[in-house]
């Protein structure tokens, strides 16, 4: 109850932020983690400006950055409490409220983006969105983050062996724990807004994620040692607190999820834009980078969790992701 009434705190002490709006117009509070050049800025500004137009000025979304209005769990809470109307978040905190998203994250079950978005657009991603209405969550879009990558301060990593014993920021996801355990990392899991002070103060030794949210997050002055592994492809969702949603028209609600789509696209773009140039970016700016990375030595080593795995999930379940063409 006290973090709830935190939560609450903040969000009317912020209120005055907000611009005057116009006579009958209805205000929308967006929170992502990232900053406002990222591409969760990019997908939320275009999202803004697409609910904007399709409304005929009647929403406005007015967009928080770099977890002005708290951390992705929070915003999630929030979105179930109301206070918050829109959030664009990865599925690190989500599998603790839609437990079967859960499954999106297991090592190495996209082949690459093509499969990944094929994945999500398509009937399975579909289908999972609709798990989120019970929930008091709308979701409108699976967005993208990208295929996470690992980096460190302490030495290169050339094979699973070389992680043992790296005290590696996790997200608060469980299915990433239990795997990064079985590669011999300490798992440690926080907030993203927690990341890079924790990198700095040698709290811990590295983090996974995927290259636009290293170079969105500067974490180039805080690691010296990237490993391209793509071993997980990261979700990202754009939610809606149900309890706003309820109140939209059939016709408004069709311009929110049409705007959620183009905000998708930018998203993907801005990933995809982001993944050409990253690599020689941190090169410049000192990271030593090891692109030539056999992930079949990584898989091996994960073959005993990746049983574990198919009891959890149903193996059904997974080979239908895995082999989805």
């Given at each position: 109850?006290?973090?709830?009434?935190?939560?609450?705190?903040?969000?009317?002490a912020?209120?005055?932020?907000?611009?005057?709006?116009?006579?009958?117009?209805?205000?929308?509070?967006?929170?992502?983690?990232?900053?406002?050049?990222?591409h969760?800025?990019?997908?939320?500004?275009?999202?803004?400006?697409?609910?904007?137009?399709?409304?005929?000025?009647?929403?406005?979304?007015?967009?928080?950055y770099?977890?002005?209005?708290?951390?992705?769990?929070?915003?999630?809470?929030?979105?179930?409490?109301?206070?918050?109307?829109?959030?664009?978040?990865?599925?690190?905190?989500?599998?603790?409220?839609?437990?079967?998203?859960?499954?999106?994250?297991?090592?190495?079950?996209?082949?690459?983006?093509?499969?990944?978005?094929?994945?999500?657009?398509?009937?399975?991603g579909?289908?999972?969105?609709?798990?989120f209405?019970p929930?008091?969550?709308e979701?409108?879009?699976?967005?993208?983050?990208?295929?996470?990558?690992?980096?460190?301060?302490?030495?290169?990593?050339?094979?699973?062996?070389?992680?043992?014993?790296?005290?590696?920021r996790?997200?608060?996801?469980?299915?990433?724990?239990?795997?990064?355990?079985?590669?011999?990392?300490?798992?440690?899991?926080?907030?993203?807004?927690?990341?890079?002070?924790?990198?700095?103060?040698?709290?811990?030794?590295?983090?996974?994620?995927?290259?636009?949210?290293?170079?969105?997050?500067?974490?180039?002055?805080?690691?010296?040692?990237?490993?391209?592994?793509?071993?997980?492809?990261?979700?990202?969702?754009?939610?809606?607190?149900?309890?706003?949603?309820?109140?939209?028209?059939?016709?408004?609600?069709?311009?929110?999820?049409?705007?959620?789509?183009?905000?998708?696209?930018?998203?993907?773009a801005?990933?995809?834009?982001?993944?050409?140039?990253?690599v020689?970016?941190?090169?410049?700016?000192?990271?030593?980078?090891?692109?030539?990375?056999?992930?079949?030595?990584?898989?091996?080593?994960?073959?005993?969790?990746?049983?574990?795995?198919g009891?959890?999930?149903?193996?059904?379940?997974?080979?239908?992701?895995?082999?989805?063409?």
């Amino acid at each position: 109850m006290r973090h709830r009434r935190l939560l609450l705190a903040v969000f009317a002490a912020l209120a005055w932020l907000a611009p005057p709006l116009a006579l009958g117009q209805t205000a929308l509070k967006m929170n992502i983690s990232l900053a406002q050049n990222s591409h969760y800025g990019v997908a939320i500004d275009t999202f803004a400006r697409e609910v904007e137009k399709r409304t005929n000025g009647r929403y406005q979304v007015q967009n928080f950055y770099s977890g002005a209005l708290g951390a992705e769990r929070d915003s999630i809470e929030a979105l179930q409490l109301g206070t918050l109307d829109l959030t664009m978040t990865s599925t690190g905190p989500v599998p603790n409220f839609v437990p079967d998203i859960a499954i999106l994250d297991i090592p190495f079950l996209f082949r690459d983006y093509a499969h990944a978005r094929a994945v999500l657009d398509g009937p399975i991603g579909q289908d999972m969105l609709r798990k989120f209405e019970p929930k008091g969550i709308e979701a409108l879009a699976w967005g993208e983050n990208g295929f996470r990558n690992m980096t460190n301060s302490k030495h290169p990593v050339n094979a699973p062996e070389d992680l043992k014993g790296l005290k590696m920021r996790t997200m608060e996801n469980p299915v990433h724990i239990q795997a990064y355990r079985a590669f011999g990392i300490i798992p440690t899991p926080m907030a993203f807004t927690e990341v890079f002070t924790a990198l700095q103060q040698g709290t811990v030794d590295g983090q996974e994620n995927p290259l636009s949210v290293i170079t969105a997050a500067k974490l180039d002055q805080v690691q010296k040692y990237l490993t391209l592994t793509g071993h997980v492809y990261s979700p990202a969702l754009i939610l809606m607190s149900k309890a706003q949603w309820d109140k939209l028209t059939p016709a408004d609600k069709q311009a929110f999820q049409e705007a959620a789509k183009e905000a998708v696209k930018a998203d993907r773009a801005r990933i995809d834009d982001d993944e050409r140039r990253a690599v020689a970016d941190l090169r410049s700016k000192g990271m030593q980078v090891v692109d030539n990375v056999d992930k079949s030595k990584f898989q091996a080593a994960l073959a005993p969790t990746f049983t574990e795995f198919g009891k959890k999930f149903g193996q059904e379940n997974i080979d239908r992701i895995r082999n989805y063409r």
